[in-house]
């Protein structure tokens, strides 16, 4: 059974700095990984999915990195700002027509 | 494109009464997703259907839930007798393909049993 685990569980950092929030996996045979970001009391945005063939994405400030062979993944947030503040969740996909696998989400807040 | 689009955004329910969840996915997708997310807990894959058919139920309770997806109209999350315990917010995702590249994820529903 697919377990994901996400570390740290809350993180409260001042603006600008850089941070790395932590993905993991048991079973390293997934399809992709996407990071999601939700707001309190909203839905999921899509911010990064990287296919298993894949190594690495990056949109504007955020880049997320995969390793598969140790069921990791890391998303990167540069000069981190306000508006970042939210929960980030990562899910993995473990084949075509499977469902997500969350982790609990890491809770950032950016310290204005 | 709406989007995905979830209502009610907020439903309120008596214990023993029914809910029912609406989902209509993003224009062009024939793929839904329902998740469930509890107080303190992450996202729980729930029902994988396509139209007209249940494709992946294994993440539903055996009783009381239910789901479709017909021809026509939104795909609909059932709840019959609900119980304090169904307290959630439940999501709605869509995606074109088996092959699809991720998934877009309506702003959900939040029931609340008393």
């Known amino acids: 059974k697919q377990e994901v685990t996400q570390i740290p569980a809350a993180l409260s950092v001042p603006e600008g700095e850089n941070l790395v929030l932590n993905c993991s996996f048991t079973?390293?045979?997934?399809?992709?990984l996407q990071w999601f970001r939700q707001d309190p009391g909203k839905g999921l945005t899509s911010l990064l999915l990287i296919q298993s063939s894949q190594r690495e994405q990056t949109s504007g400030r955020l880049n997320a990195s995969l390793d598969k062979s140790s069921g990791r993944s890391t998303l990167y947030i540069a000069a981190s700002q306000p508006g970042d503040s939210a929960t980030y969740l990562c899910?993995?996909?473990?084949?075509?027509?499977?469902?997500?696998?969350f982790g609990k989400g890491t809770h950032l807040i950016i310290q204005p | 494109n709406a989007g995905v689009m979830q209502n009610p955004r907020h439903l309120v329910r008596r214990r023993g009464q029914e809910a029912r969840l609406r989902c209509s996915p993003m224009k062009g997708h024939s793929h839904v997703y329902w998740y469930r997310q509890l107080p303190e807990e992450g996202l729980k894959f729930m029902v994988y259907?396509?139209?007209?058919?249940?494709?992946?139920e294994s993440g539903m309770p055996k009783e009381r839930f239910s789901a479709e997806f017909p021809k026509e109209g939104p795909s609909i999350l059932r709840i019959q007798q609900v119980v304090r315990g169904d307290s959630a917010a439940y999501f709605c995702?869509?995606?074109?393909?088996?092959?699809?590249?991720?998934?877009?994820f309506g702003s959900g529903t939040r029931l609340t049993v008393v």
């Open positions: 995702a869509s995606s074109n393909s088996v092959r699809d590249y991720g998934y877009t």
């Open positions: 259907l396509q139209k007209e058919n249940i494709i992946d």
């Open positions: 079973d390293s045979a997934i399809y992709n």
């Open positions: 899910a993995v996909r473990l084949g075509g027509a499977d469902g997500l696998t």
